[in-house]
């Protein structure tokens, strides 16, 4: 039965950008606008440059995947570090909500969706991963959301899903898709899906995939392997693949820039970044938290620098991938995902990490 999607509007706070107004000098009279303040439970966006708070929109409890498509901002609830063991939450709250940036409007898209992964269309759509528990009967599905209708585009059902969180990417015109959080599931293979039949196959890889980056400019699509210790690097024309180990104890949330593919290691606070061309040569990149035991939960490029999110440290970290520079962000709420563009730094917070 094909499933309808069903906006749901929800509470949101919208602030203006700290501004200011009137010519600086004798006589005149300067107006400053507060930064607005940072409440639990939403997401937040930040000022590049200047890492203030510009915006803040609330979006539910345990907000965490944060995504940016068709001019939206696209966040998940209830899918890290809530679930038990390797088995999806059944509390009927993993949802995702479509952020305007513009008017500061959340709208809950309902229909029967149980988001364990989500990642952008180059359309501006969004694709979204089910997972469903096994008493729940449902079959798993990818769905791809219209931006701006809500409306479920496509419905593909695929293998798998069982799990809390299932990797999704978008590469050489195809949705890739990885599920190393269900046991059940083949974790040692991808499924690269045809986003406009449904049609999909299996590719063999030598690790475990996690979470997807796709390099546009060498054709690959990265992908960690969390329980190796490694990434690994598939050729997405022929389908060869390499691993490559990081030093990480378990790396998580691959991103690329340029010809550098970083990721977050979620047991210990660092960060790696790898040489794409030549040999990987691996380096750790310290996050000097005052929590000793925070990991990395998220990691994202954009607006110039790679950022990386501490929850058990409450801190947001930009690093600039030029110079390795690390500059904290400290955060009053744990920062969850993150994700970044021309428009700033959004960053989902909790009430608390878990």
């Not at 068709?70 to 063991?85: E, F, K, N, Q, T």
């Not at 210790?229 to 691993?243: E, H, I």
């Not at 210990?268 to 040489?275: D, K």
């Amino acid at each position: 039965m094909k499933r309808l999607a069903l906006p749901i509007a929800i509470v949101a706070a919208l602030t203006p950008a700290c501004s200011s107004s009137g010519a600086v000098g004798v006589g005149s009279v300067t107006n400053l606008v507060a930064p607005p303040k940072i409440v639990p439970n939403s997401v937040v966006r930040l000022n590049p440059k200047t890492l203030e708070p510009v915006q803040v929109v609330p979006v539910g409890d345990h907000p965490d995947l944060v995504v940016d498509a068709g001019g939206y901002i696209w966040v998940a609830r209830h899918i890290l570090g809530v679930a038990g063991g390797n088995s999806p939450a059944n509390t009927g709250n993993r949802t995702i909500t479509r952020v305007d940036p513009s008017t500061g409007t959340a709208t809950v898209v309902g229909g029967g969706l149980a988001p364990c992964g989500l990642t952008a269309d180059p359309s501006g759509d969004v694709w979204v991963a089910n997972c469903f528990s096994r008493k729940s009967g449902e079959a798993p599905d990818i769905v791809r959301v219209d931006a701006r209708t809500l409306g479920f585009n496509a419905i593909w059902p695929v293998p798998g899903g069982n799990g809390f969180f299932r990797g999704v990417g978008y590469g050489d015109g195809s949705v890739w898709l990885s599920d190393d959080s269900d046991p059940s599931y083949n974790a040692d293979a991808v499924l690269r899906i045809n986003p406009r039949t449904g049609a999909h196959r299996s590719i063999q890889v030598e690790r475990p995939a996690g979470a997807f980056a796709w390099s546009e400019a060498h054709g690959d699509m990265w992908m960690n392997n969390f329980p190796s210790g490694s990434l690994t690097r598939l050729d997405a024309k022929d389908g060869a693949s390499s691993v490559i180990e990081t030093g990480a104890t378990n790396p998580a949330f691959p991103a690329v820039t340029g010809d550098t593919v970083w990721a977050g290691d979620w047991s210990a606070h660092r960060v790696v970044r790898i040489q794409m061309t030549g040999p990987p040569r691996p380096q750790s990149i310290p996050l000097p938290v005052h929590n000793l035991s925070a990991g990395v939960w998220n990691l994202a490029a954009g607006a110039g620098y790679v950022w990386a999110t501490t929850p058990g440290d409450r801190a947001l970290w930009r690093i600039d991938p030029h110079t390795d520079a690390v500059t904290r962000i400290s955060m009053p709420y744990p920062p969850i995902g993150v994700t970044a563009n021309a428009g700033g730094v959004w960053v989902s917070v909790r009430r608390v990490a878990r």
